[in-house]
């Protein structure tokens, strides 16, 4: 079977999944906006070969965040990890403000020409962005435990599959994956099942939960990812996305 | 209901809402078709049900007699007395409020609040008031004090002696910031 | 698996002589005391021999946190620190400061609910603690600096989320009026020439631990939620300052000064605080302002907005961006502190002409903030202050410095309140040069001493708050009455106690307070409205037993006593009621130690008696009556001769304050003649050993 045959077998198997039983071209596909093509290896894989996930819904809603009004309590990153992990604990929160709390995202060597409580007074609150395709920490994952958790389509961890390798941990961007040491899991915002404990936390209205929108391209990376992306997904990116 | 309606929403902007103000809202979306005589009767009934049957939603009336409403959900007693007030006799509210502070925390009133919201005096009109009440005999029981940084403050003299009321607003604007 | 639920298990012991490193097991041994102060006080009973002098290496100084630090408890931020005190004349004694900031939390989070430091390197170093990793290092290279780039210098080290508490050039030079600060603005007065004694130059801490929750997690969700749902504005005030739309009550004097209009004017772009409804959690930020409160309206438009401790919503300190102050002084444009950090500039002078709220006033504490907060320098709630105009405008200073000394200062800048003179004044205490910078560095009770003024001619003086071992009044009289007098006679420092005042200032009328004062502490007698003070009854002892006892719980908990307790709430569907079994409630469920109300008070009471045995211990003394707990003559004068418990004063009676003692020490169960506690209340308490070792010097009644 060649190439593209074989890419058309993957995308009439996603269709069928939906109901839609007529070929389509790649473009019209990537065209369809919310098309659930959610675990394609769950459909029954073609025997000998491992089809990756692929996540193309859209998550419906992300957290936003005022710079501008952040007040520096850290009660966001207290009710993240105490009301679901019963826990405190900021280094594992999914929302993420003590780094730059007192210097800014800069760093401490943007001193007092930085942000933060040492600098200008402004404090960036780091928010997951529910990145649309392609999802680096779900690429990353060589067990393809990120997933996406109806109904608010949140990019989450499935702890039953996180083996603890700590790839997604380098493949974030914005360096917003978490990991738990006592469970030997990673893992992220996954909204709160639709009311973030962030949001509700803030006493400052410096968070709010809206209609998700892409905000990848809009807010600078803090580092380089460095994650290595299985193989068998490179692979399969190369087959959708090979001309 | 929509007139339930109407004055909550119009107590989450800190506002009153008179009938002739419901009246004119309810026609404006179309709810209500004529403004006549029998209607206006009507409504007055309406209005009464209206309070009845909704716990949050209240009626307060000025001193010359026409009701204004309110959800309690929004505003308290304290502020829809203000605002109605305000408008009617703003003379008679200013002595109330000092006589209400003079008795119940008790203490003085800064003569600025007044200056600020929900009061919103003009610098004349606090002027005219204070001179109208050194003159009327019902409100000779409203004395002021000056603190040692200069600040005015007035209090009534039914319910708080002079050494008293003077001590009282020397603590509320120096004392309690000196002691941090 | 279940964790230990609050405390997270050891206590870091540094030994800086021998450079020995250890732990100690919290909860073996000093579960019984919780944490704060009660871990400090323990450690020195234990360990610090009596006759020990602040600056012995054989004083010891413990920064000590509770189970609730580092939690989501609102308002934990707080660190105790516990040592001898330096300024407590004529004999040093036990005392606590306390500073906020980040500090606890991340002690917390790097697994230490407390650090006893002791000894004394044998050069300056820095304390390192990363986690498990503990190290004293180096800072030859630090010292001389001030506490903000010794605080960017370690977080360049330890990275940008470690909590750096530091020293400035005044701890240091050992000058008792010190400070060690953490996240900018944070400070612990008192202590910083005990680090400075022992070269510890600061200790940085960085932690990516846990603090665990025991109870179920959706039931603490529960209690938090309650305990926001309560909270009002700074120090716990409940009402707004002016009218407001939800508002049935609101007084002048409130701290909540949230309204529609007033705005964080140098946020970018500025941001309006609005009406802030108490049934919006979402706005508990915006209700304080403390700038505006204290340096007036005119604060608004410097605001950038709130700042404060971890976990704390209420953000008690404000960030200030005043240009003019940085173009005429040379000094940052931004400045943060809360409360007697904001005055800090503006006491040493008289009120400006345009008023202490006036632009002059601000741009005063801008410059004080900016260089007391970098030397270190502490003001002993503006005593420091205080006896300095006192000092100087009673000829005293001119007559004690020699002729060229007295001409090196600017006399003519400081009598036209000219802010730039506090550059010449403070670095010179900072540094002890020359006499005068020297001798005010001190404390009050040595420079009464070395400059032979007798106490008398303070205490005999209302204006200069003075009460007594060096240290001023701390809310006395002017705030509750005989209940705030108790209070004050029971500390080696000032009494830094604010359960009273909360309650006293929090703006419900009378009647609603005396209601919620009955159910508390058994009578609406309890509580007298402000100057209209009556006569002493049972029900005024129970209070100040109670007001001492939870200060005690929330040094020791880490809770802020500044905001503490709860028990009056914003919410007229409550009856304003707060709940006064919150600390209970999040001790328990957060530790898996079950306590009732009742039941931890009777710790915190275990605590406080043995901060009192260990001020007769080191006095020497069991007549605590008349040698400790005494009452400055100034408190039974009125300046205007007026009788007291008439309507327009504030001040007492002497005997109706010595009945109120009686009633006091009675209701602590302690000796009513010497005011010592007795053998059975030592005993009932746990603390049967302390009372033997008492006995042996013949310290009990």
Redesign the interface.
């Known amino acids: 079977m060649t190439h593209q045959d074989e890419k058309h077998e993957i995308l009439e198997l996603a269709l069928n999944f939906v109901g839609l039983n007529h070929p389509f071209s790649r473009r019209e596909f990537l065209l369809i906006s919310g098309v659930t093509v959610v675990g394609i290896s769950a459909l029954g894989a073609k025997p000998g070969k491992k089809i990756p996930l692929i996540i193309m819904d859209k998550a419906e809603g992300i957290v936003i965040a005022d710079p501008?009004?952040c007040?520096?309590?850290?009660?966001c990153e207290?009710?993240c990890?105490?009301?679901?992990?019963?826990?405190?604990?900021?280094?594992?929160a999914r929302i993420k403000v003590?780094?730059?709390?007192?210097?800014g995202p800069k760093?401490?060597?943007a001193?007092?020409r930085g942000q933060?409580?040492?600098g200008?007074?402004l404090i960036t609150q780091d928010c997951c962005k529910q990145c649309p395709h392609p999802v680096p920490c779900a690429n990353s994952c060589p067990n393809d435990a990120i997933v996406v958790q109806p109904p608010t389509n949140a990019r989450v961890v499935d702890a039953k599959k996180c083996i603890g390798c700590k790839m997604c941990q380098k493949a974030c961007p914005w360096e917003m994956m978490s990991f738990d040491s006592?469970m030997n899991k990673a893992t992220k915002c996954f909204l709160c099942n639709g009311t973030p404990k962030c949001v509700e936390?803030?006493?400052?209205?410096a968070l709010n939960y809206v209609a998700w929108r892409d905000v990848t391209d809009k807010i600078p990376p803090r580092v380089i990812p460095t994650a290595v992306i299985p193989p068998d997904k490179v692979a399969a990116c190369i087959q959708c996305h090979k001309k | 209901m929509a007139v339930a309606r109407i004055i909550r929403e119009r107590s989450e902007t800190g506002r009153l809402a008179q009938p002739k103000e419901i009246l004119a809202e309810l026609i404006d979306q179309g709810l209500l078709k004529s403004e006549d005589g029998d209607e206006r009767y009507h409504f007055e009934t309406v209005l009464k049900e209206v309070v009845e049957k909704n716990e949050d939603i209240k009626e307060i009336s000025g001193s010359d007699g026409i009701p204004c409403y309110y959800s309690a959900l929004s505003l308290s007693e304290t502020y829809a007395r203000i605002l109605i007030q305000k408008k009617e006799n703003p003379l008679s509210l200013m002595a109330e409020i000092v006589r209400e502070n003079s008795s119940i925390y008790p203490r003085p009133v800064p003569l600025d609040i007044f200056k600020e919201s929900p009061f919103d005096f003009t610098q004349d009109e606090l002027l005219v008031c204070l001179r109208k009440m050194a003159e009327q005999r019902e409100y000779q029981d409203i004395a002021q004090t000056i603190t040692s940084i200069g600040t005015t403050f007035l209090y009534s003299t039914q319910h708080l002696e002079p050494d008293y009321a003077s001590s009282l607003a020397e603590w509320v604007d120096v004392g309690q910031v000196n002691n941090p | 698996m279940a964790k230990i639920g609050g405390w997270v298990g050891k206590v870091l012991r540094v030994d800086l002589s021998t450079g020995k490193i250890s732990t100690e097991n919290t909860i073996e041994k000093y579960k019984d005391y919780l944490g704060g102060t009660g871990i400090g006080y323990k450690v020195i009973w234990d360990e610090v021999p009596i006759g020990t002098k602040p600056f012995d290496p054989a004083n010891k100084i413990i920064f000590s946190v509770g189970p609730l630090a580092g939690t989501g408890a609102p308002c934990n931020g707080r660190t105790a620190v516990t040592t001898l005190w330096p300024t407590c004349w004529p004999k040093p004694l036990v005392a606590s400061g306390h500073m906020g900031g980040s500090f606890a939390a991340e002690l917390k989070y790097a697994g230490y609910d407390g650090i006893v430091i002791e000894g004394k390197a044998d050069h300056p170093v820095w304390l390192s603690i990363i986690d498990g990793q503990v190290q004293i290092k180096d800072a030859r290279h630090l010292w001389g600096q001030g506490i903000r780039r010794t605080t960017i210098e370690i977080a360049q080290q330890l990275g940008p989320e470690a909590s750096v508490a530091a020293i400035g050039q005044a701890g240091e030079n050992l000058v008792p009026m010190s400070v060690v600060i953490n996240s900018f603005s944070h400070s612990a007065g008192g202590v910083g020439a005990i680090m400075g004694s022992k070269n510890l130059k600061a200790i940085g801490v960085h932690g990516t631990g846990s603090v665990y929750i025991t109870g179920n997690k959706e039931e603490w969700e529960k209690i938090i939620k309650l305990h926001l749902s309560l909270l009002g504005a700074n120090n716990q005030h409940v009402v707004p300052n002016k009218p407001q739309p939800w508002a049935e009550y609101y007084h002048p004097g409130s701290r909540w000064v949230a309204s529609s209009g007033r705005k964080w004017g140098a946020a970018d772009p500025a941001i309006d605080t609005g009406a802030c409804d108490p049934h919006n959690l979402h706005r508990i930020a915006y209700r304080t302002n403390s700038a505006a409160y204290f340096l007036g309206a005119d604060a608004w438009q410097y605001t950038v907005r709130g700042n404060g401790c971890s976990s704390c919503p209420i953000r008690c300190h404000t960030m200030l961006k005043v240009p003019s102050a940085a173009s005429k002084y040379g000094i940052s444009e931004i400045g943060q502190n809360t409360c007697m950090g904001l005055l800090f500039g503006r006491v040493f002078f008289k009120p400006p002409p345009d008023g202490p709220r006036g632009q002059a006033a601000i741009e005063a504490c801008m410059v004080g903030m900016s260089l007391a907060d970098d030397l270190g320098i502490w003001c002993n709630y503006g005593q420091l202050q205080r006896d300095f105009v006192r000092l100087y405008y009673n000829g005293t200073i001119k007559s004690k410095l020699d002729e060229k000394e007295f001409k090196s200062y600017s006399w003519d800048k400081y009598e036209k309140d000219d802010p730039s003179f506090l550059f010449e004044l403070l670095p010179r205490i900072a540094y002890k040069e020359g006499e005068l910078g020297t001798v005010l560095g001190l404390g009050t009770g040595y420079i009464l001493q070395g400059w032979s003024i007798p106490e008398e001619e303070w205490t005999k003086d209302y204006k200069l708050w003075y009460w007594k071992m060096g240290h001023p009044k701390h809310h006395a009289n002017e705030d509750a009455g005989q209940c705030g007098v108790i209070i004050n006679t029971q500390y080696n420092r000032d009494a830094q106690c604010h359960s009273h005042p909360n309650f006293t200032r929090n703006g419900l009328p009378i009647d609603v307070q005396k209601r919620l004062a009955a159910e508390i502490w058994g009578s609406p007698d309890a509580v007298d409205a402000v100057s209209a003070y009556t006569p002493m009854n049972i029900y005024k002892a129970k209070m100040a037993k109670w007001s001492l006892l939870r200060k005690e719980l929330h040094d020791s908990l880490s809770l802020c006593n500044w905001m503490g307790p709860w028990v009056a709430s914003p919410l007229k569907e409550r009856g304003y009621r707060g709940d006064d079994s919150i600390e209970s409630l999040l001790y328990s469920l957060a530790t898996g130690d079950k306590k009732s109300r009742q039941e931890l008070d009777q710790v915190a009471e275990r605590i406080f008696l043995l901060h009192r045995a260990l001020t007769i211990r080191d006095m020497g003394t069991k007549e605590m009556r008349t040698r400790h707990d005494t009452i400055p003559e100034w408190v039974f004068k009125d300046p205007s001769g007026k009788a007291p418990y008439t309507k327009g004063t504030i001040h007492m009676d002497k005997e109706d304050m010595n009945m109120a003692m009686d009633m006091y020490y009675e209701e602590m169960a302690w000796d009513k003649k010497t005011g010592t506690p007795t053998v059975t209340t030592y005993q009932k308490l746990g603390l049967g050993k302390v009372a033997d070792e008492l006995s042996k010097k013949g310290l009990l009644p």
């Open positions: 501008t009004k007040v520096g309590c850290r009660r207290l009710a990890t105490e009301f679901n992990d019963g826990k405190a604990s900021p280094t594992m003590n780094r730059n709390l007192n210097f760093g401490v060597y001193g007092r933060g409580n040492w200008n007074g006592d936390a803030c006493p400052a209205e």
